[in-house]
């Protein structure tokens, strides 16, 4: 005992040197072979391999059908370089069989530091009759060489567990490694040829849907998870994949399956179908579902702020707007969930032409959630819009004060300072390092890129405006940054350039106000 208590303290103390001798010594005196067990393991990850042998011996003499006695004979073969033996006990430890062995055998190759010589052994491996015994030992084992670097091996080893086993973990994984490897077709013939063998599969299903889906082909994707049992969480994986391609027939055809469906109708299931029914215009079936689902449960507030906004849809706007006030009232001690319902209630006012009212809302729930940024930053905007420049200016600044890597504040800042500054300006100079100050926050951003340009615009520098405006417009073809490009274009007097940049725009968003204003300031 006052040995063990010794290396305690010196493992309490971080010194795992002494601590592996301290719990070596106490092992030999020592009839419990979990005491010998630890002691092992703490020598071999100190590396201590002479050490590491003296208390292997007790705990083999303790414990000799032990198989992590014959991992640690593999571990000490294999720090010393011993690869005869290392490879002969490895072996030994793979033909006792079971999950518990491979763990072991896995555990040793992947902690080992000679990654090269963990490979060779692993390569030993797959001659032996237990290696390939069973399916999901193939799949462990080109797993393993998968992540000890060898994707060439894992391939070659699940290649080989296809063709023997053709069972459900071979092809998920062979399609796996497909993916990883960036061949996505090669990816989608084996999953079809799993889904020919196991067509009830859903996890052949589910990873063949995300392939699809991650080409673009999301009503693909739906129609793959079709086939087979369903339950909520294919009903929901269908519903979103149809969604995504704006297929409203699928839908459509969907809502009327779930609905038929006479298992149990979960909060999980009402959600969906207030979702489903949302998505394909039956608004008052959705309303029904959504107010069945129980407010505690974990859709029970997305649920209740569906409600809201469905109503709002069917023009309820008061109704909507009670809606939310209850909901706030409701998540009393919850921030997020208030100023959610705050936030979505200043956005229904805005729709509706009632800004001061919006604004209103701002005002009172940064009452209740002082320095709030979301909030902040929400009513700095509509404050801009609303042409109120220095409250904007404030609430924006605050905002940067309390999170001052906010790139989306940062940008909204800069933005605001360029747009609304004369080219003269000096604030233009401090839009243009809040804009680059958040661009290294978010250097893909294409709206922050797009600001970089229009800065850029306002400060004279047209060449280097037109370059920023066109990578922004490379990434995000909307109908702002449409504007700002075509303003610019126009201005160097590429006219018909900017012409069709605007066409381009209106194509995406006919009503766009600032697309708008632009072609009629610019042409008039």
């Known amino acids: 005992m006052l040995k063990l208590l010794t290396a305690q303290f010196a493992l309490q103390d971080n010194d795992l040197a002494a601590a592996a001798r301290g719990f070596a010594d106490a092992a030999l005196l020592s009839d419990d072979p979990a005491l010998s067990e630890e002691a092992t393991r703490l020598s071999l990850s100190q590396k201590d391999w002479p050490l590491a042998t003296r208390a292997l011996a007790r705990w083999q003499q303790l414990a000799p059908g032990d198989a992590g006695v014959v991992q640690a004979r593999a571990w ?9 033996a290392a490879r002969s006990e490895l072996s030994a430890l793979a033909m006792r069989g079971g999950d518990a062995s491979w763990r072991l055998v896995a555990q040793l190759l992947l902690n080992a530091d ?5 490979l060779s052994l692993l390569d030993g491996l797959l001659g032996s009759a237990a290696a390939v015994a069973s399916e999901s030992n193939q799949v462990a084992l080109s797993q393993l060489a998968y992540k000890l670097g060898d994707k060439a091996l894992a391939r070659r080893i699940v290649d080989a567990a296809v063709a023997r086993f053709h069972g459900v973990d ?11 490897g960036g061949d996505k077709a090669m990816a989608r013939r084996i999953y079809a040829e799993g889904l020919e063998r196991e067509p009830q599969s859903l996890r052949l299903r589910s990873g ?10 999301n009503a693909a994707a739906a129609r793959a998870l079709v086939a087979g049992p369903q339950d909520d969480t294919t009903y929901a994986a269908r519903a979103a994949y149809a969604a995504r391609a704006v297929d409203k027939a699928a839908l459509t055809a969907l809502y009327r399956e779930v609905e038929s469906d006479k298992t149990e109708r979960t909060p999980k299931r009402l959600y969906l179908l207030g979702q489903i029914a949302e998505l394909t215009g039956k608004l008052e079936a959705a309303l029904g579902w959504y107010r069945e689902v129980p407010l505690e449960d974990e859709h029970g507030f997305d649920a209740q702020m569906r409600v809201a906004l469905v109503l709002d849809q069917l023009d309820r706007l008061p109704k909507a707007l009670d809606q939310l006030h209850r909901l706030v009232e409701m998540a009393a001690g919850d921030s997020e969930q208030q100023r959610t319902a705050w936030l979505a209630e200043a956005e229904l006012l805005v729709r509706r032409q009632r800004q001061k009212d919006a604004l209103a809302v701002y005002d009172r729930a940064l009452a209740n959630l002082p320095d709030d940024a979301r909030l902040l930053y929400a009513r700095a905007l509509l404050a801009v819009d609303e042409g109120d420049l220095a409250a904007g200016e404030r609430d924006l600044r605050r905002v940067i004060e309390l999170r001052p890597d906010d790139a989306e504040a940062l940008n909204a800042l ?13 604030r233009q100079r401090e839009a243009l390092e809040l804009i680059e100050r958040a661009l290294k926050l978010k250097p893909e951003e294409p709206a922050i890129i797009d600001s970089l340009g229009w800065v850029r615009y306002r400060l004279g520098q047209l060449d280097a405006s037109v370059q920023e405006l066109r990578r922004a417009y490379a990434k995000q073809p909307d109908a702002d940054i449409a504007a700002h490009l075509g303003e610019v274009l126009w201005a160097q007097g590429q006219h018909d350039e900017a012409r069709r940049i605007w066409d381009e725009g209106r194509k995406k968003d006919a009503k766009n106000k600032a697309l708008l204003e632009t072609i009629r300031r610019m042409t008039q």
Do not use: H, N, V
Request: glycine residues 6%; charged residues 25%.
């Open 76 to 84: 000490i073969a294999l720090g010393e370089k011993r690869m005869d």
């Open 114 to 118: 000679d990654k090269p010589a963990a």
């Open 170 to 180: 071979a092809y998920a994984w062979s399609a796996r490694l497909a993916i990883d």
């Open 208 to 217: 063949y849907a995300a392939l699809l889906a991650d080409s673009g082909d």
């Open 414 to 426: 800069g933005y605001t300072l360029a747009d609304r500054s004369s080219a003269s300006d000096p």
